[in-house]
């Protein structure tokens, strides 16, 4: 099967396919975060080699939008460099700063920018996060069973860590952990937890339905689900449950009748009124309360950043993240959260640096979205990193969910060039 689809396929689509389906191998050597974070990095050395060899890609139709993204992500460096300046850190810490700001915030317009530039096989992402659901699946059952009989879930520690990463968690293998709040396991996968792999199901789960064969379609639907439940993410259960609806209305705002059914249904719900509004407070507050210390942490992380960003630092940031005090469990300060993450960071110059190339390609992608297919799953894509921001880094997992950037940036190019020429029909 993997042969049929990589017939004609070039080096970097290979990379791409092998980037995928290994990842459960990476896992178990601890390699997964040194995969990710390098693989983007090779796959442009790879293309701009072809390049040089057969001439630059034709395709120039959405070089604003790839310029916003590499601007946007080049600022994000210039501002951590000024922060490095400002508060007199050393010249090695600005060296470590920038090998992360390399595998972190560059890999968002990289991963974009191939995806726009490089030719990409159709359904060579989709059948390779079904087959990364299939091996979700077999994780779980095997992992389960690790727990039914009493062993621990964590097994060690890689001794890639040496490498250099964001903390231990990135290089560690485990089977599950223990949410200390129930007693009972929470999974995590392939990722450093589990809130993380809840975003992960989503994007695995909208690119599994451009799956055309309809078992490959249901195995990689069933593991991106299976994911999201294990991983105990509410972030992740709310999303996973209303990415779909949302991006309907959202691609169809130009169909009356939709729009016409759907203010209908906002009248019936409506007509129960107080009661509908305190079932969904109640199950809200129910949401929040299965994890009530980390709700506490979070709000309070929240807190704390933006009070020394707005003191300390509100242009520029302070170039570095700290660790908190005690009672927020000596976690870094902004991290549950992209943008107020940013703001301490990099100030308002990072937040401006991500928000605008994320709320034009949103804006463009929800224009396409009203007559293509193809940029109603991109927008679905985008709206999910947009709305997980406000609950994970986007920096520290762009590692993870690069295949979801790249499938943007195809799409970016196949909308462009709908737009340049309306009367050609073209499919990713």
């Given at each position: 099967?993997?042969?049929?689809i990589?017939?004609?396929?070039?080096?970097?689509?290979?990379?791409?396919?092998?980037?995928?389906?290994?990842?459960?191998p990476?896992y178990?050597?601890?390699?997964?975060?040194?995969?990710?974070?390098?693989?983007?990095?090779?796959?442009?050395?790879?293309?701009?080699?072809?390049?040089?060899?057969?001439?630059?890609?034709?395709s120039?139709?959405?070089?604003?939008?790839?310029?916003?993204?590499?601007?946007?992500?080049?600022?994000?460096?210039?501002?951590?460099?000024?922060?490095?300046?400002?508060?007199?850190?050393?010249?090695?810490?600005?060296?470590?700063?920038?090998?992360?700001?390399?595998?972190?915030?560059a890999?968002?317009?990289?991963?974009?920018?191939?995806?726009?530039?490089?030719?990409?096989?159709?359904?060579?992402?989709?059948?390779?996060?079904?087959?990364?659901?299939?091996?979700?699946?077999?994780?779980?059952?095997?992992?389960?069973?690790?727990?039914?009989?009493?062993?621990?879930?964590?097994?060690?520690v890689?001794?890639?860590?040496?490498?250099?990463?964001?903390g231990p968690?990135?290089?560690?293998f485990?089977?599950?952990?223990?949410?200390?709040?129930?007693?009972?396991?929470?999974?995590?996968?392939?990722?450093?937890?589990?809130?993380?792999?809840?975003?992960?199901?989503?994007?695995?789960?909208i690119?599994?339905?451009?799956?055309?064969?309809?078992?490959w379609?249901?195995?990689?639907?069933?593991?991106?689900l299976?994911?999201?439940?294990?991983?105990?993410?509410?972030?992740?259960?709310?999303?996973?449950?209303?990415?779909?609806?949302?991006?309907?209305?959202?691609?169809?705002?130009?169909?009356?009748?939709?729009?016409?059914?759907?203010?209908?249904?906002?009248?019936?719900?409506?007509?129960?009124?107080l009661?509908?509004?305190?079932?969904?407070?109640?199950?809200?507050?129910?949401?929040?309360?299965?994890?009530?210390?980390?709700?506490?942490?979070?709000?309070?992380?929240?807190?704390?950043?933006?009070?020394?960003?707005?003191?300390?630092?509100?242009?520029?940031?302070?170039?570095?993240?700290?660790?908190?005090?005690?009672?927020?469990?000596?976690?870094?300060?902004?991290?549950h959260?992209?943008?107020?993450?940013?703001?301490?960071?990099?100030?308002a110059?990072?937040?401006?640096?991500?928000?605008?190339?994320?709320?034009?390609?949103?804006?463009?992608?929800?224009?396409q979205?009203?007559?293509s297919?193809?940029?109603?799953?991109?927008?679905?894509?985008?709206l999910?990193?947009?709305?997980?921001s406000?609950?994970?880094?986007?920096?520290?997992?762009?590692?993870?969910?690069?295949?979801?950037?790249?499938?943007?940036?195809?799409?970016?190019?196949?909308?462009?060039?709908?737009?340049?020429?309306?009367?050609?029909?073209?499919?990713?």
């Amino acid at each position: 099967m993997p042969a049929k689809i990589l017939d004609n396929t070039s080096a970097e689509e290979r990379l791409i396919w092998y980037g995928l389906v290994l990842t459960y191998p990476a896992y178990v050597l601890g390699a997964t975060y040194i995969v990710g974070s390098l693989l983007g990095w090779l796959i442009v050395a790879v293309f701009v080699l072809r390049c040089f060899v057969e001439g630059k890609p034709k395709s120039q139709a959405v070089s604003s939008l790839l310029c916003l993204w590499i601007v946007g992500m080049l600022v994000m460096e210039l501002a951590l460099i000024y922060g490095h300046l400002n508060f007199n850190l050393s010249g090695g810490q600005l060296i470590k700063s920038t090998i992360g700001w390399a595998k972190g915030w560059a890999l968002l317009a990289l991963f974009i920018v191939l995806g726009a530039l490089m030719p990409l096989k159709t359904n060579l992402i989709p059948r390779a996060c079904c087959i990364l659901g299939l091996h979700s699946l077999l994780f779980f059952v095997v992992s389960l069973l690790v727990f039914l009989v009493g062993l621990s879930g964590e097994v060690y520690v890689s001794p890639l860590k040496v490498v250099g990463g964001p903390g231990p968690a990135f290089f560690e293998f485990k089977f599950f952990g223990i949410n200390p709040e129930t007693g009972w396991p929470r999974w995590q996968y392939f990722a450093p937890w589990s809130p993380a792999i809840g975003l992960q199901s989503c994007l695995l789960m909208i690119l599994c339905l451009k799956e055309k064969n309809t078992g490959w379609k249901v195995v990689g639907i069933s593991g991106a689900l299976i994911m999201c439940l294990s991983s105990q993410s509410r972030a992740g259960w709310v999303i996973f449950v209303f990415i779909l609806p949302l991006t309907l209305v959202l691609s169809n705002l130009h169909n009356v009748k939709l729009l016409f059914a759907s203010a209908i249904g906002f009248a019936v719900v409506a007509l129960p009124g107080l009661v509908l509004i305190e079932w969904v407070l109640d199950l809200y507050q129910q949401i929040k309360e299965s994890r009530p210390d980390s709700t506490r942490v979070r709000k309070a992380l929240a807190t704390l950043a933006l009070q020394r960003w707005e003191h300390e630092a509100p242009v520029w940031g302070h170039g570095i993240v700290e660790n908190g005090p005690k009672y927020v469990e000596r976690m870094p300060i902004g991290t549950h959260h992209s943008w107020y993450g940013l703001l301490f960071v990099k100030g308002a110059v990072g937040a401006v640096a991500l928000a605008l190339p994320l709320l034009i390609t949103t804006l463009f992608l929800l224009l396409q979205a009203q007559q293509s297919k193809n940029a109603q799953t991109a927008l679905a894509l985008i709206l999910i990193l947009f709305i997980y921001s406000f609950f994970e880094n986007l920096e520290i997992l762009s590692y993870l969910y690069w295949p979801a950037l790249l499938w943007i940036g195809a799409s970016l190019k196949v909308e462009a060039e709908h737009c340049v020429k309306p009367n050609r029909q073209v499919n990713l």
